[in-house]
């Protein structure tokens, strides 16, 4: 049995997963505003202690995974801007409970492997994955086996450039992809122009979205965000050749809005080099368990 921890802006899940693959069992907490305090890595560290344990006693693990944001670095975990920590030493943490493998991965990579093996990428050799989240991270396979440059995890498709001197990005760069193109840019957009206040839950920007989206201002940010979004796609494409992309994060909760008007535009005009290598655009199929199953994948 293994255990794969992923670790969130805002949530923390934890799953034990049998030799099939499955989540036979599964746990999870929010950080909510009450705990994102000078507690916080005490907070995380006696919940995820605390699973382990609980788990250990019935159940003999032969690996933990962890799935983090940023870039994960020698065992630990760096630059958790969402959650305001620098440096968070989770493998000391771990060995305090087990003495077992542990390996730690960036988030997007593993909800990427997880739908290369078991989602909708796994008929395909040649495969894009991109999280559209609070940021865009990503993976790409080629001939079935993930790129992975020596030095750092790579790939970091939401900081490559599609406005020169456009806006200013965390990273430091100016006009990157995912400051024009992550969900959280997209929420934020929408929530401006549509007069909502700050706390709207996606859940209810969705159903308001339903009934509004045909309003001119609206349409307009909708648009932009898709052209936007085929600018990435076309640049990927064109680089990598990839049989299929598939669109995860929060992009899968917006379908019945987004997808169907990226489908409509990217298929109606001359967006890729190649016309015979046209990418299937698919979306995510594991959800918020993705992160969990594939930071056990070795
Ligand atoms: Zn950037």
């Known amino acids: 049995m293994k255990i794969g921890i992923d ?8 799953g ?20 994102k305090s000078d507690n916080l890595n005490e907070f995380i560290e006696n919940y995820i202690l ?19 944001p940023g870039t994960p670095k020698d065992g630990k975990l760096t630059s958790l801007v969402n959650l305001g920590i620098d440096e968070f030493d989770i493998t000391k943490i771990i060995q305090k409970e087990f003495n077992g493998k542990i390996q730690i991965n960036n988030d997007a990579k593993c909800a990427g492997l997880a739908e290369k093996q078991y989602g909708s990428l796994k008929d395909y050799d040649d495969a894009v994955f991109m999280c559209l989240g609070t940021g865009i991270g990503g993976a790409v396979f080629l001939g ?35 400051t024009y193109c992550s969900m959280k ?19 209810e920007l969705l159903e308001l979205l339903k009934e ?43 379908k019945d809005i987004l997808y169907k008007m990226l489908l409509e535009e990217f298929n109606s005009r001359r967006y890729v080099f190649n016309k015979n290598t046209l990418p299937e655009i698919k979306l995510a199929s594991l959800g918020n368990d993705a992160g969990i199953i594939g930071s056990t994948i070795m």
Request: net charge negative; with cysteine; glycine share 10%.
């Open 7 to 14: 670790i969130g802006g805002s949530h923390i899940g934890i």
């Open 16 to 35: 034990l997963i049998d030799k099939d693959e499955n989540i036979v069992e599964k746990y999870e907490t929010d950080i909510n505003g009450n705990n």
């Open 50 to 68: 605390q699973v382990i344990k609980k788990i250990s006693k019935e159940h003999e693990i032969e690996l933990i995974g962890i799935a983090s």
């Open 144 to 178: 079935g086996k993930e790129l992975k440059p020596k030095r750092n995890p790579g790939f970091e498709i939401g900081h490559m450039i599609i406005k020169k001197d456009g806006i200013l990005c965390n990273c430091g760069k100016k006009g990157c992809f995912e």
């Open 185 to 203: 840019r997209l929420k934020n957009s929408l929530i401006d122009v549509m007069g909502l206040n700050k706390d709207t839950t996606a859940k």
């Open 212 to 254: 509004r989206k045909e309003e001119t201002e609206i349409q307009k940010i909708l648009k932009e965000y898709i052209d936007n979004l085929i600018i990435g796609l076309s640049n990927i494409t064109d680089l990598l050749e990839p049989e299929a992309i598939c669109l995860g994060g929060s992009f899968v909760y917006f």
